[in-house]
């Protein structure tokens, strides 16, 4: 007899070899080897396996590596066999060398097994820890090592530092070789620079420029300004997102027959920067033509439909302002006794006018009802929380909406990383079961920042927050603010669903100091309580009630402040009832574009304590878009007005200057807080002035809100601002105004009229990776002679 071998394979991967290429060729080389010798000396020799012995293997088991192959006591010496039964052993990743051998009618099979990884390390990571990177990496300590889980894991590397922008990362794996057949993994990793995007390149836009489009994309080019931003570095799904966005703001603009032709982002030979190219067809700019309405849905006419519709003839076509207002008719008519209302927007284009005729369809949707709502996943958030938030109930209608404003509400509680509806058939075909899963995210937040404004100075705070209290949805917090002129601190509690009824109720409790020695010369403290309770009518009508008492203290007064200031010092306990009632309908509760709002309050204090007065105010604003002017919807007009009025209804002694009207500074840009309205000169001729605030008060503002297309990618967005306003009525303990009477004390009051006072200027606000900064620059056109200037207004801060 004579001997055979059916396959000797040594593969051994050390120092920086490519590990799939090694794993390549010895699967290569054994197959080779398989086909060669053991397929002639088989049928050269024919016989039955009598026996199969097992050597070198030291871990594994006989028996594990016989139930791995496919021969087996009794089966022929077949080269097909054993070459499959060498391939499958091999393909356990638990040898590095197989060897099969022929001793008459015995089969040797002569095993190196591959070696127990000891430890798998990383050297040369700063941006991805070693726990994230051994999470995403097969081979793991007490694992059996092979070549070719090593060249994945490689790969898995590279791929999670791809995603966090880095193309052009080395990963060197190296195997160290210990005793007991053990061996130590290494991968050397060297991150290398972040693969930044050098440029963003636009084909086929004619109506907007490149840096207007660059706006619009989330991708941005690599700047020295964005090393705390991650938006200039390369991920292919944000260009695919950005793709979407370009669309979206050209069916925003008119661009109706606008198509994303491609989106690519080619890598630099270096791998250090990336180029993206969208390649666009923008088509014409239509405008909205005709615009009618077809009423199928009973009992509602076309003309009443008809009112509920904002847009007008001629101006740009907007595809989401037109889904926007067919939701409003839909949530209204279902509002109105119409559950099963329907609306849906029909466009019909003319690309000869270049118009887009407008129908909204109106019609009853099919009756189905919700037989079941089921809430999974909230472990902390209890059930009803969430329930009370949605707009649907068990045997609510089920419209086409349903799914979509469940998910939302749930998601704009904010306690949820993940909210998912599913909807499925109920025990009847006009009945549905909707299940919500959610899933818990940490609502504990702790802020700290810091910044810098014209009033306080350089400010810090601090706060603790816990946004929903033990499941509860109760909002509690507590914070404090310390700055050069003031300092705070709050406690407050909230419950949105107060008594389990669309109420909000809450609970502040703080301290202030502020000391006003920059353009006052007295320091006031204040503490106490209020007690707050809100509700709302409909979804742009609400009012809140709050109740306060507060200790206030004036003191630190300048020993030569004016003889009304130094009235003021001492204590007084204010015992106070307001209400406000709010009607809005602005479509952001900040940098709003359109809509309006009026704001009425009115206080009253007496109820107990030393303060006597009664105090109302309203407020007025409405947001012009000026898209059609500009044909950018970047560019806003607002108008906003306001007026109070304080009067007192106890004795002058009990009248504080720190309750009155103060003009200048946000209500009044271009004077000082305080700088228009009564004010006396301190005592013996000191040149030093004391605001007295006063008690009847107007002002008004035109501002115009504007993109800065050279400076938006910073973040940076301008204004240009003409404001007006005026304060009058002395309010004070006594007055020192009549010779006569006041003797020694007469001092003098100016500024104590209501002709207008004019300022225009500019602004700037920009959104820098540390907060917002804003500067306001404002130069009086109309004042009086002793009005207090402030050119230059800024202030900065935010929680980081």
Request: proline content about 4%; some cysteine; glycine content about 10%.
């Amino acid at each position: 007899m004579f001997p055979f071998v059916c396959s000797a394979v040594h593969a051994q991967t050390t120092g920086n070899v490519s590990h799939s290429t090694h794993a390549k060729k010895a699967v290569k080389s054994s197959s080779h080897a398989k086909k060669g010798s053991v397929s002639k000396h088989v049928t050269k020799q024919g016989g039955i396996i009598q026996s199969i012995q097992v050597i070198g293997n030291d871990r594994v088991e006989t028996p594990t590596v016989l139930s791995y192959m496919l021969a087996q006591p009794g089966d022929p010496f077949n080269k097909d066999l054993l070459d499959r039964s060498l391939k499958t052993l091999y393909a356990t990743g638990l040898f590095k060398n197989i060897t099969f051998h022929r001793s008459g009618n015995d089969l040797q099979v002569k095993v190196v097994e591959n070696p127990v990884v000891n430890i798998v390390a990383f050297e040369g990571n700063r941006k991805i820890k070693d726990g994230d990177l051994l999470k995403y990496t097969s081979l793991k300590p007490r694992a059996v090592y092979s070549p070719a889980l090593i060249s994945s894991d490689r790969q898995h590397i590279l791929a999670m530092y791809a995603a966090k922008g880095r193309y052009s990362v080395t990963v060197t794996p190296q195997i160290i070789h210990l005793s007991k057949n053990r061996v130590d993994v290494i991968y050397k990793i060297n991150e290398g620079p972040k693969t930044a995007i050098e440029k963003l390149s636009f084909v086929g836009n004619h109506a907007f420029s490149e840096a207007r489009l660059a706006q619009v994309t989330s991708s941005k080019e690599t700047a020295w300004y964005r090393f705390l931003s991650s938006a200039d570095e390369y991920n292919p799904e944000r260009v695919k997102y950005d793709a979407e966005l370009l669309r979206r703001f050209y069916l925003r603009n008119g661009f109706v027959d606008f198509k994303m032709i491609n989106a690519t982002g080619e890598l630099s030979p270096d791998h250090k920067s990336f180029y993206i190219t969208y390649t666009m067809s923008e088509g014409p700019q239509y405008r909205l033509g005709k615009i009618d309405v077809r009423s199928n849905l009973e009992g509602v006419q076309a003309d009443k439909i008809r009112d509920m519709i904002a847009m007008r003839k001629g101006q740009i076509y907007d595809g989401k302002e037109i889904e926007d207002v067919a939701k409003s008719i839909q949530e209204n008519l279902q509002a109105q006794g119409h559950p099963f209302a329907v609306v849906r927007p029909e466009i019909a284009r003319n690309p000869e006018k270049k118009r887009v005729d407008l129908l909204f369809d109106v019609m009853e949707g099919p009756r189905v009802y919700v037989e079941r709502i089921d809430i999974n996943g909230n472990t902390v958030t209890k059930d009803n929380v969430i329930r009370r938030e949605l707009p649907v109930a068990e045997n609510d209608p089920y419209t086409n909406t349903t799914e979509k404003y469940m998910k939302m509400a749930a998601e704009d509680l904010g306690y949820f990383k993940e909210v998912k509806v599913e909807q499925a058939q109920g025990s009847a075909p006009d009945k549905r079961s909707v299940a919500l899963n959610v899933q818990e995210k940490p609502t504990g937040e702790f802020s700290l920042g810091g910044g810098y404004s014209t009033d306080s100075g350089v400010l810090g705070n601090i706060g603790l927050r816990q946004r929903n209290f033990l499941g509860t949805g109760v909002d509690a917090g507590i914070s404090g603010t310390a700055a050069y002129y003031a300092k705070q601190v709050n406690l407050s509690v909230t419950d949105p669903y107060f008594m389990n009824k669309n109420m909000v109720a809450g609970v502040d409790v703080f301290y202030i100091q502020n000391s006003y020695q920059t353009y006052q010369n007295y320091s006031e403290d204040r503490y106490g309580a209020s007690f707050r309770l809100g509700y709302a009518f409909n979804n742009v009508l609400s009012q809140q009630w709050t109740y306060s008492i507060i200790n206030r203290r004036v003191h630190d007064i300048w020993d030569r402040s004016s003889y009304y200031i130094l009235d003021q010092k001492g204590s007084s306990l204010l015992s106070q009832l307001s209400t406000t009632i709010a009607y809005d309908t602005r479509d952001a509760r900040f940098n709003a574009h359109t809509g309006s709002m009026v704001k009425i309050g009115g206080d009253i204090a007496g109820l107990g304590g030393d303060a006597k007065y009664y105090r109302g105010k309203i407020d007025v604003s409405h947001y012009i878009p000026l898209d059609e002017i500009t044909g950018n919807r970047d560019w806003t007009l607002s108008l906003t007005a306001g007026a109070g009025y304080i009067g007192d209804m106890g004795s002058k002694k009990d009248t504080m200057v720190i309750d009155n009207f103060y003009l200048g500074g946000n209500n009044l840009r271009g004077f000082y807080d305080g700088g228009v309205g009564p004010r006396s000169h301190a005592i013996y001729g000191h040149d030093q002035e004391d605001f007295l605030g006063g008690r009847r008060m107007y002002t008004a503002s035109a501002q115009v809100n504007f993109p800065m297309p050279a400076a938006r990618d910073l973040g940076l967005t301008g204004r240009y601002f003409v404001d007006m306003g005026a304060l009058d009525g002395l309010r004070v303990k006594h007055k020192y105004t009549n010779p006569a009477t006041a003797g020694d004390k007469y001092t003098g009051v100016y500024g104590d009229s209501m002709s207008p006072r004019v300022s225009t200027g500019v602004g700037v606000s920009w959104k820098s990776p540390f907060g917002l900064l804003n500067v306001d620059a404002a130069l009086p056109l109309v004042r009086e002679k002793h009005d207090r200037k402030q050119l230059l207004r800024f202030g900065f801060g935010q929680q980081f």
